[in-house]
């Protein structure tokens, strides 16, 4: 059974930093591409980060510079790191994988950044 569990998201002032975390289970976790989205209220699911099994990272425009991915394939767990935050990175922040066509989501964590 596929388990996404992510953690690590609160409150925080503009220009602070977070790292979020997310632990997968029910897979071999190091076979597979993760990627962060966030969503904010009345907004669509966005795309922020995402890492290939060889550690290869992308993001769009609005973030490069301010978030950082990784993983650790030992311990199952891909990281956002995110810093200088503004209060536009208020969100729920959600790690993704695709196994055999199909999305895993993990329930996500909520990240507030207001003074």
């Known amino acids: 059974q596929v388990q996404l569990v992510e953690s690590g998201g609160g409150w925080m002032q503009p220009g602070g930093s977070l790292r979020l975390s997310c632990v997968a289970s029910?897979?071999?976790?190091?076979?597979?591409?993760m990627a962060w989205y966030r969503q904010s209220p009345g907004k669509q699911r966005e795309w922020v980060a995402g890492?290939?099994?060889?550690?290869?990272?992308n993001y769009p425009d609005s973030v490069k510079g301010r978030l950082t991915i990784s993983r650790d394939n030992a311990r199952k767990t891909v990281y956002l790191q995110m810093s200088s935050l503004k209060p536009d990175d208020t969100a729920v922040y959600y790690c993704?994988?695709?196994?055999?066509?199909?999305?895993?989501w993990g329930q996500g964590t909520q990240v507030t950044v207001s003074s």
């Open positions: 993704t994988t695709n196994l055999y066509a199909r999305d895993y």
């Open positions: 029910g897979f071999t976790f190091s076979n597979y591409a």
């Open positions: 890492i290939t099994t060889g550690g290869s990272t």
